[in-house]
């Protein structure tokens, strides 16, 4: 099956310093989500974003297919932000399950 | 309400107890999920539904039995757990199976003890 690694695994922040995330995938991909987890457990829909580059306020993600990565930037971190980040993608003709990556924990201080 | 709403959100249930999950999608979707997310695991997919119907059922334990009783509501009844069983259990959403974007509940924390 395809592999999905992020990186890096753990990141620590003071808050407004900006970050990028990481996610390679191991083959050709019809679907790519973010999520962000919250520490309540809820997944969060941050970008649905399967090739290109999206922005949504402080954060943006670019996704470069034939090249097999993703990439999720946050700029001006804050607090509320801390969590865990997964990317999540969708493979093969006729495929419906979602593979997640191992997720980067972000913490903010302040 | 909007999104997908599970209850309970917290579950602590013996191991011979019987208790079941409740995901409602107010999204107009015809495709639900169940994925249970381990310690220290990525997330998994147990089950999927397309309208209504059952497309996949990845080599779950039978002591998980999921329904859909139609297209905005999906059951996880759970019976003989095991303590390895707890974990969270997130249900989702999309529009339809297969490259459309997939959005989930707040999950339902479960403890087997």
């Known amino acids: 099956g395809i592999q999905v690694e992020q990186s890096p695994p753990d990141l620590i922040l003071q808050e407004g310093a900006n970050s990028t995330l990481r996610c390679n995938f191991s083959?050709?991909?019809?679907?790519l989500q973010w999520f962000h987890q919250n520490p309540w457990g809820q997944l969060i829909n941050l970008f649905y974003?399967?090739?290109g580059t999206k922005q949504n306020g402080r954060l943006s993600a670019t996704t470069v297919a034939t090249e097999r990565y993703s990439l999720l930037y946050i700029s001006s971190s804050q607090t509320t932000d801390s969590g865990v980040y997964f990317c999540?993608?969708?493979?093969?003709?006729?495929?419906?399950?979602?593979?997640f990556g191992k997720g980067t924990k972000l913490s903010v201080i302040p | 309400e909007t999104g997908v709403t599970q209850t309970p959100r917290h579950l602590v249930m013996g191991m011979t107890n019987k208790k079941s999950l409740k995901c409602e999608q107010h999204?107009?979707?015809?495709?639900m999920y169940w994925y249970k997310q381990s310690a220290k695991k990525p997330l998994e997919l147990m089950f999927v539904?397309?309208?209504?119907?059952?497309?996949e059922n990845n080599s779950v334990p039978s002591r998980f039995s999921p329904e859909c009783p139609n297209s905005s509501h999906l059951f996880l009844h759970l019976h003989t757990l095991q303590p390895e069983d707890s974990a969270l259990y997130l249900c989702?959403?999309?529009?339809?199976?297969?490259?459309?974007?997939?959005?989930f509940g707040q999950g339902t924390r479960l403890t087997v003890v």
């Open positions: 974003i399967p090739s």
């Open positions: 539904y397309s309208l209504e119907e059952r497309v």
């Open positions: 989702a959403s999309s529009q339809d199976v297969g490259n459309t974007e997939a959005f």
């Open positions: 999540a993608v969708l493979y093969g003709a006729g495929s419906y399950q979602l593979t």
């Open positions: 999204l107009g979707h015809n495709a």
């Open positions: 083959d050709s991909v019809n679907n």
